[in-house]
């Protein structure tokens, strides 16, 4: 997992459990949701395969309509970018879009 320390805060609240459970039941037993954490890399340290990050986004979107467009943040990233994104990147990501949506 992470070797970062300390706790980190948790953003969007409810959104980031959420969020890291979703994960989880992707890539379990690997990353228990106990085990993600707002900092948690996606692609750095859980090194999700193109399966993965195709199941993880059909649960965000069944969990979270079309607030939650993982394909559309993955696709405003650049190379450097996508390498940084954190499971609460994607837990903000999903909280801004709600916003923009009401």
């Known amino acids: 997992m992470t070797g970062t320390t300390g706790p980190a ?3 969007g609240g409810g959104t980031f459990e959420a969020v890291a459970a979703l994960l989880a039941a992707v890539v379990a037993p690997a990353a228990p949701p106990a085990d993600l954490r707002p900092d948690t ?6 090194d999700l395969e ?3 990050v195709d199941a993880f986004a059909d649960r965000l979107r069944a969990e ?4 939650a467009d993982l394909p559309g943040l993955l696709a405003e990233q650049d190379l450097d970018g996508l390498l940084a994104l954190t499971v609460g990147d994607v837990a903000a990501d ?3 879009r709600r916003g923009a949506a009401s």
């Open 9 to 11: 805060p948790a953003p």
């Open 41 to 46: 890399l996606l692609y750095g340290d859980l």
């Open 50 to 52: 193109d399966a993965e």
């Open 64 to 67: 979270f309509g079309p607030a």
């Open 94 to 96: 999903v909280d801004a």
